[in-house]
């Protein structure tokens, strides 16, 4: 460690900017890899934490190599029992949604909304739970959930959650268990877990709402359990209404594999893609190696100042070898105050709102061994970048020495140019990159749905509400600037997929999406009918509601105004608007008004039109007070619409965001890198300058002379990077239905902005050696 600090001392001291500048990069670089380190850790370790991980699979229902994930309880109840390799099955019900609830603490009231979902009481035997308090058999009591530590501790502070009532509007559940929180990277949530009624959908083939997870005895028995479940599944106690049963065909997905499969629909987990951490996975040794090229570059530019002093200790003996360890040792010590450094920097990263970016924890002692192989990467980094350096500036003879002229040897400057070119491909590629992953974000967010979304409200609504819309609609309406008031079960473009219905019409099977509404719906949302009529309020009051679809449905299936499905008109058709994310093609899909013998009719949000021009913040405030005279206790989610598209597209840009950091991480180091090259050559072309003063050269002209070096590598470097970037960005691309075109523009700024910043640095930096006086130029030569 004194020989570490003796180096870095020395160094610090002699070449005071390069080892300043050396440090800031490497040090950024390190931090950088780190963050992306820990937000892979956290994907690439997806469902990992579960003991049993390799033996758990998702089924599901294969349609031509597309993975439903929902199927119905009665399928789920049979596959798992076909097979005594299935040691536990269990299906959840994913829309269980928010639970809203009262507790007693310390003879107080006080109520909570919280995530709850229903589970087979074998949840807990395929995901093995870590009980802290009761045992997991409580969910095979009536009544009985088990509930997470964090939520515990919320709810009762340090007092015990053991046997508590959580009390609801027509539910009282009991507290039989409190389990240990599991990671954030799972699909299982730390949530409530309600045991699953018992006579919910038990023969309701049709009824597609469960996920289920089975867990297996050995992982290559998982693949015969599907043809074993074909082969002996007999549909024929089934009857000829459910004769399709028969030709139902499902497949199997690991579950560290549910994290990054794409090919499925009503797929609520949560996503990563493969792609994109392959592209972090190389920007974080980019980065490094970026740095690392600076620090070779750095060590090598100053041959020319120590190659005197080290061609004196030759003369007074000392041992080549001695003079090479300690330049090395000088270059790994430089590495390792930067890693120290680094560290530093991704504390202070955490206490930002960047942080936000990535879903892992950022914390420095939840990832020891990442911490620890970023120390041997920083020896690794510092051992590349100065071996070559420490061997170079030791292997020339006196008479080179004395004549002084390696730094601008056509072999010197070559490597130069070659480890500076690296950088520069680097950072186009990233650049352009980051661009077009800002257009699809600013598309996807702002291209016209086919309905309004400015000026609009969203909240939530509760049973209380919806015994009183019409009061809450005229006191909502109290407020000038409220225009108008609807409502819908669905919220619009917050999912990739919304409820999906299979149903006949003249006799032939149909597929759509089905989004129920209030009939006031289309006209509230600015949503115009193409054929046919609009809703009509009389709508509700029909036995079995009324259909609007969009023109994909109608001409996909022929539909025409006037028939029926199941008893259902169809009354008109819409355009295809944009109803869920820009991840998916529009399909079919109907607008539908409830009758009065469906089995749904209670919309759970309420979208407020706002007058243009309208005071946005008076209105928000009015929304919440209405609320508020309505259901006092009830903590609603109120937020203008475009925090809905915010929120679907969050992956996205967090992804974007991190892309776009990374890459001017990249460029900033780059140009530390051209910074240090311009004070080597200006320093050692003092004389080249000062005779071209004599001889009548111009400022301009000498500052035009040193940025024609850059500009050319500038150009060679963007040939070469344009190719690359066009090719991820369209790989990328690939991941929307619908995305924004490949602007050939983006390239062009991208090649200004570094053209620019080069410019910018290169004339900065020689402005004093071109304005000098070139007498003392030449004198001092």
Not at 480 to 508: C, H
Not at 670 to 689: A, D, H, N, T
Request: net charge neutral; hydrophobic share 45%; aromatic share 14%.
């Amino acid at each position: 460690m004194k020989t570490i600090i003796k180096n870095f001392l020395s160094a610090l001291r002699r070449f005071k900017m390069a080892t300043v500048l050396n440090i800031l990069g490497l040090s950024i670089a390190f931090a950088a890899f780190i963050i992306i380190f820990m937000q892979l850790d956290y994907d690439w370790n997806f469902d990992k934490c579960h003991t049993n991980s390799d033996r758990i699979y998702r089924v599901e229902i294969n349609y031509d190599g597309t993975g439903q994930v929902v199927i119905s309880r009665p399928l789920s109840d049979r596959f798992i029992a076909s097979s005594p390799h299935i040691q536990a099955g269990s299906i959840v019900n994913p829309w269980g949604g928010n639970l809203y609830f009262s507790v007693d603490r310390d003879g107080e009231q006080l109520n909570f909304l919280e995530p709850s979902v229903k589970v087979y009481p074998e949840f807990t035997d395929v995901f093995e739970f870590e009980m802290l308090e009761g045992v997991t058999a409580a969910l095979q009591e009536p009544n009985k959930v088990l509930i997470p530590q964090s939520m515990a501790k919320r709810l009762y502070g340090n007092a015990s959650a053991m046997d508590q009532q959580l009390k609801g509007e027509n539910f009282s559940y009991t507290i039989g268990g409190v389990y240990k929180d599991f990671p954030q990277n799972t699909v299982v949530s730390n949530c409530i877990y309600a045991p699953f009624p018992k006579d919910e959908n038990l023969q309701n083939w049709g009824n597609n709402n469960y996920v289920l997870y089975v867990r297996v005895d050995n992982p290559k028995n998982s693949e015969h359990l599907v043809e074993n479940f074909k082969k002996n599944f007999d549909t024929s106690a089934l009857g000829s209404d459910y004769a399709w049963v028969a030709g139902i065909n499902l497949r199997l997905t690991p579950l560290p594999e549910i994290h990054f499969v794409t090919d499925t629909v009503y797929d609520s987990a949560p996503k990563a893609s493969k792609q994109t951490l392959l592209v972090l996975f190389g920007i974080a040794f980019i980065i490094v190696a970026i740095a690392g090229i600076n620090f070779t570059n750095f060590s090598t530019a100053l041959t020319p100042v120590r190659i005197k002093g080290i061609n004196t200790q030759k003369i007074l003996g000392a041992d080549e070898s001695a003079l090479r360890l300690s330049l090395l040792m000088e270059a790994v010590s430089i590495s390792i105050v930067s890693y120290l450094l680094g560290l530093l920097l991704v504390f202070l990263f955490s206490l930002t709102p960047m942080a936000s970016l990535i879903n892992a924890e950022v914390s420095l002692l939840a990832y020891p061994s990442l911490i620890l192989g970023v120390g041997v990467l920083a020896i690794l980094t510092g051992l590349l970048a100065g071996l070559y350096p420490s061997y170079y500036t030791t292997s020339f003879s006196p008479a080179l020495v004395l004549k002084g002229g390696f730094g601008l040897s056509p072999k010197g400057r070559q490597l130069r140019n070659v480890l500076i070119s690296i950088q520069f491909i680097s950072s186009f590629a990233l650049i352009i990159g980051a661009m077009f992953m800002y257009l699809q974000n600013y598309y996807m967010q702002n291209t016209p749905l086919g309905y309004d979304k400015d000026e609009l409200i969203i909240t939530n609504v509760t049973n209380t509400l919806n015994k009183s819309q019409d009061a809450f609609t005229n006191q909502l309406k109290t407020f000038a600037g409220i225009e108008n008031v609807t409502f819908a079960e669905p919220l619009l473009s917050s999912s990739d997929q919304y409820m999906g219905w299979g149903r006949k019409y003249r006799d032939k099977d149909i597929q759509f999406q089905c989004l129920p509404v209030d009939y006031s719906f289309l006209k509230v949302m600015n949503i115009n009918v193409v054929q046919g009529r609009d809703f009509r309020e009389e709508d509700k009051n029909t036995t079995s509601g009324v259909y609007i679809f969009n023109e994909k449905a109608r001409d996909m299936y022929g539909l025409e105004t006037g028939e029926k499905i199941d008893d259902g008109e169809i009354v008109g058709f819409i355009p295809d608007v944009k109803f869920a994310s820009f991840r998916t093609e529009v399909t079919p899909m109907a607008f539908y008004v409830w009758g009065t013998e469906n089995w749904g009719s209670r919309p759970n949000h309420a979208y407020i039109k706002v007058k243009a021009g309208s005071d946005l913040r008076a209105a928000m405030k009015h929304v919440r007070t209405s609320l508020e005279m309505f259901d006092a206790k009830y903590p609603f989610n109120v937020r203008f619409f475009n925090e809905v598209l915010h929120k679907l597209y969050e992956k996205e840009q967090k992804t974007s965001s991190l892309i776009t950091l990374f890459s001017l991480i990249a460029v900033f180091i780059s140009i530390v890198g051209v910074f240090g090259l311009v004070v080597f050559e200006s320093e050692y072309r003092k004389k080249e300058i000062g005779l071209r003063k004599v001889l009548g050269s111009s400022t301009n002209e000498i500052l035009a002379m040193f940025n024609r070096i850059y500009i050319r590598i500038l150009c060679i470097c963007f040939v070469l990077a344009a190719p690359i970037a066009y090719y991820a960005i369209i790989k990328w691309l690939e991941n929307f239905a619908y995305k924004t075109p490949v602007y050939w523009w983006v390239f062009a700024i991208a090649f200004l902005l570094i053209a620019i910043i080069t410019i910018f640095t290169v004339t900065f930096q020689n402005w004093r050696a071109a304005n000098a006086n070139p007498v003392e130029s030449i004198k001092t030569e």
